[in-house]
């Protein structure tokens, strides 16, 4: 199992989302524009892909804040990039959550996926299911 990425030259992708985090993390600064991220996004993909990378289902498990999303499968066409992503709202934070699909099953392969989108206090579940990555 690999789970690092390998090159010569960081790839813009790298500084794209380095300085989405940074500004993310800091609420400060200029982040990248909408079309940059998507691109940078399906870039990273296609490199984790051609690399054949895998990581294991425990490294994912937790609670993660999203800061960008891309709801309409957007796609590279001729290395520019198809489809609209967009910033999650500050007043409206939304995670991703990875958690055992059953506390009473051992099976370390089955995980349970909910995202939510907290509006004012109150969190709203917006889908929740079940992930099996080892099934065909």
Same mark, same amino acid.
């Given at each position: ?18 300085? %989405? ?12 524009? $909408? ?15 051609? $690399?054949?990378?895998?990581? *294991?289902?425990? %490294?994912?498990? !937790?609670?993660? $804040? ?11 066409? =001729? !290395?520019?990039?198809? !489809?609209?992503?967009?910033?999650? *709202? $500050? ?9 055992? =699909?059953?506390? =009473?099953? %051992?099976? *370390? ?23 099996? *990555?080892?099934?065909?």
């Amino acid at each position: 199992m690999t789970t690092h990425l390998s090159w010569s030259d960081s790839p813009s992708f790298v500084t794209t989302l380095s300085e %989405a985090v940074r500004t993310f993390q800091t609420r400060s600064g200029l982040r990248p524009d $909408q079309a940059s991220m998507v691109k940078a996004l399906l870039e990273a993909e296609q490199t984790a892909k051609h $690399q054949r990378l895998t990581y *294991p289902l425990a %490294a994912l498990m !937790g609670d993660w $804040q999203l800061c960008f999303t891309a709801p309409k499968k957007p796609h590279l066409k =001729a !290395g520019v990039p198809i !489809g609209r992503g967009f910033y999650a *709202p $500050q007043f409206a934070p939304a995670q991703i959550s990875f958690f055992p =699909a059953d506390a =009473a099953q %051992a099976d *370390p392969t089955i995980a349970r996926i909910t995202n939510q989108v907290s509006r004012n206090v109150l969190p709203e579940r917006l889908y929740s299911c079940r992930l099996n *990555p080892m099934s065909p």
